[in-house]
């Protein structure tokens, strides 16, 4: 045996900041916007290699669209976008502090993150089925789902369009295209390629899209669902949302410090985007791209979205114990609405006046909404009756459940 | 019919009358399954309806959730149940729960098929009896045959079921009903009523037990391949005992349990797993608290060994008609240990 001219050692990655360090990003290599091809539909993986470790973009420094991946929006679009973008922050701010308020017990925000799901949202109809994690809200928003039942699920009232039982912000709006959301991470991945089987076995036209974040990467699940996409050429879009955190532990102990989300796929002989995540017109060319790839039947892509979680992880976190604080104003691809808000007015399209009436308007329509979702009660002061608690368990209730439900009176 | 060919007619069956019924599993596709359960099914109803998968007990399970949430019915086959518990997290996690958590948008109307339990020499990983795992689990239903003709009856209405079944198929079972008795040459299923199985469509409701037979002494409380040794057992201590096959562990019939149990007055659990926190302490619970003024002694369990299931020990390991016999004359003498 040959001995070690020194010691093994183990290797632990840490993350380029901790809470005092000033932010360091110089370790990003991002490319320019427009910089890279956008490759045929039935593109082979091999042929397209350099997208899963580059980074597709669009939206330049001064909002201008540039590149093959310009998806050459019209304005009414961008704008719809836009608001939805706007109304999911406008959302997410009333009810982080709903929370502080104690009107919940829970919630979590998606800032910074707001392009992905409003984008994809919009791309995909609700005929097709999201599979989301419990960062997907913008994908109700953006579907004109109506906030006042998001926010009687979160106040498990007796409105609430799941009778109380999830954990606040894990919808089910099956009408919406929009999955039950489960706590438990990555398992939603898998059924999502099941569903895209079920689809392409029944020669049907949908597709499924499915969400997961860069922690979650390294559940077992993950492996699985690129398994199947693969193996069955399942007709759907997997997605890994990189906002650099899970909770406290950065992307690297993810996986993600040697080699990128995207390029998992390669292995898996599926294609890899790499995008840029708060690139509204990047997320939705990449989006295009990976659907039109599914509904032409030649099967998967993973597309990974790069962005930067700007919140806590949710209301029970602080990551100024474990991350700069300023970490997220220095995120070097900036905020998605600012940069869809500049790209807007640099067309002519809009204005610092109408992004200003926008931003007033969604918190209003929060707003109103809010009174009507309060009135009928928030946590503890409204819920559906008890009796319902028993319900759904099976399609009939059987003999325990009818004697439990007697034990409790209802 | 033999067990085998019994649950393979139900599938072709079920395969042939509804096109969102489909088939898979490891070796499950071409081959016909190890155990050959799906054999020709893809020959006959087409690759996309009866195929193979990955290794990937938790991948399949979860494609098969996807599914179910789209609006088919498919049937996964998981080789052995020793090895289902890597898709334990999508079983628990997300079919159990899908229709509560939902409030009933999405449902999982699938069916995991997985040969269990022991007595064939499969040592620690081809011989385990899971059932408790599963029955704790809200919004899950467990089903376990225990001849040819429940063994079609019951898979045909746990495919049409709404809700995820367990169906466990007692493996020791698939050839020849077995009583225990192992040094006795195996008799195979022909000689047997129940391996009379019509070739058509016929449904054995989930939730109903079968009084296999009727007796005045004790109550045996058993299913798979326990109700056959808990025949044998019977007989070779001469007690007179009725023997309930539950065929469902959940929903349990829980009826014909307290009206055999208040006429003999005293209670036997039977099953392979092992004994603490199998499926018979809640037997045993539920029969004391519903039958306790009628007890005329502590209810007696014959289980497994609270130990991993042992190779050369097999038999024993395995509840044997012996252990069976002797704990039947302890409840009649008083449950002295």
């Known amino acids: ?322 991350r700069p604080g300023d970490e997220h104003e220095k995120w070097p691809l900036g905020d998605p609405i600012a940069r869809l808000k500049q790209h807007l007015i640099a067309l002519g399209e809009w204005s610092e006046e109408q992004q200003a009436e926008a931003e007033a308007e969604a918190v209003a329509q929060v707003r109103a909404a809010g009174k009507e979702s309060e009135a009928i009660g928030t946590l503890g002061q409204s819920r559906p009756s008890v009796k319902t608690m028993f319900e759904e368990v099976y399609a009939t209730e059987d003999w325990r459940l009818t004697e439990q439900r007697r034990e409790v009176g209802v | 019919m033999n067990m085998i060919q019994a649950l393979n007619s139900a599938l072709h069956v079920k395969m042939a009358e509804d096109p969102n019924v489909l088939s898979f599993g490891e070796d499950a596709g071409y081959f016909g399954g190890v155990f050959r359960v799906t054999d020709q099914l893809q020959q006959k109803h087409g690759l996309t309806r009866s195929f193979d998968t990955p290794i990937s007990e938790c991948g399949l399970v979860a494609a098969a959730i996807g599914m179910g949430a789209y609006g088919l019915r498919p049937v996964v086959e998981i080789q052995f149940a020793d090895y289902i518990y890597p898709a334990y997290d999508q079983i628990v996690s997300e079919a159990a729960k899908m229709r509560y958590r939902s409030g009933g948008q999405f449902t999982s109307p699938i069916v995991v098929r997985s040969p269990y339990g022991g007595g064939i020499f499969g040592g620690q990983t081809h011989s385990q009896s899971p059932e408790s795992l599963f029955t704790h689990i809200a919004g899950l239903k467990v089903v376990i045959p225990s001849n040819p003709y429940d063994a079609k009856g019951l898979l045909t209405a746990s495919i049409e079921d709404g809700d995820p079944v367990i169906f466990l198929e007692p493996k020791r079972l698939y050839n020849g009903p077995f009583d225990g008795w192992h040094q006795k040459p195996v008799s195979p299923w022909k000689a047997q009523p129940s391996a009379q199985v019509p070739t058509g469509k016929y449904t054995v409701p989930i939730g109903e037990a079968a009084v296999v037979r009727e007796g005045s002494d004790v109550t045996i409380l058993c299913y798979g391949t326990m109700v056959w040794v808990s025949l044998a057992g019977a007989e070779h201590a001469g007690v007179d005992a009725e023997v309930i096959d539950l065929r469902t562990l959940v929903p349990l019939d829980i009826a014909t349990i307290e009206a055999s149990v208040k006429k003999t007055g005293r209670c036997v659990i039977v099953h392979e797993a092992p004994k603490t926190s199998g499926y018979g302490a809640e037997l045993s619970a539920l029969v004391q608290e519903r039958c306790f003024y009628h007890l005329e002694a502590p209810i007696g369990r014959v289980a497994g060994w609270d130990t991993p299931y042992p190779h050369a020990f097999e038999w024993e390991y395995f509840p044997g008609p012996e252990r069976v016999a002797a704990a039947l004359k302890a409840v009649m003498t008083g449950g002295a240990r």
């Open chain 1, 1 to 322: 045996m040959t001995r070690n001219t020194q010691p093994l050692s183990l290797r632990v990655p840490e993350p380029s900041g901790r809470p005092g360090d000033a932010p360091d990003f110089s370790h990003l290599k991002l490319d320019a916007a427009g910089a890279l091809d956008r490759p045929a539909i039935d593109a082979r993986p091999v042929q397209m290699l350099d997208l899963a470790f580059r980074l597709i973009r669009v939206l330049d420094d001064e909002g201008n669209a540039l590149g093959a991946w310009n998806p050459r929006l019209d304005a009414e679009t961008l704008k719809k976008g836009l608001k939805a973008m706007i109304l999911t922050r406008a959302f997410d701010d009333r009810m982080h502090r709903a929370h502080r308020q104690g009107k919940t017990s829970f919630y979590m925000k998606c800032t910074g993150e707001e392009a992905i799901a409003v984008a994809q949202g919009m791309i995909l109809s609700r005929e097709d089925m999201g599979f989301p994690t419990y960062r997907q809200q913008g994908l109700l928003i953006a579907r004109g789902y109506p906030l006042v039942d998001m926010m009687n699920q979160i106040y498990s009232n007796a409105s609430d369009p799941i009778k109380g039982r999830q954990l606040p912000i894990m919808y089910s709006a099956k009408d919406y295209g929009f999955f039950t959301i489960s706590g438990n991470l990555g398992t939603q991945v898998p059924q999502a390629v099941g569903w895209a089987m079920a689809s392409a076995y029944k020669g049907d036209d949908k597709i499924a899209i499915a969400w997961i974040g860069d922690g979650a990467t390294a559940e077992g699940d993950f492996h699985n669902a690129l398994t199947f996409a693969s193996v069955y050429r399942a007709p759907v879009i997997l997605n890994v949302v990189n906002n650099q955190w899970a909770i406290s532990s950065f992307q690297g102990i993810a996986g993600g410090m040697e080699t990128t989300f995207a390029s998992k796929a390669i292995g898996y002989g599926l294609p890899a985007l790499r995008v840029d995540g708060n690139d509204f017109l990047a997320v939705w060319a990449a989006t295009q791209w990976a659907e039109e790839r599914a509904r032409s039947n030649q099967g998967a892509t993973v597309i990974e979205l790069f962005t930067y979680r700007g919140a806590p992880h949710s209301t029970s976190d602080d990551p100024s114990r474990y």
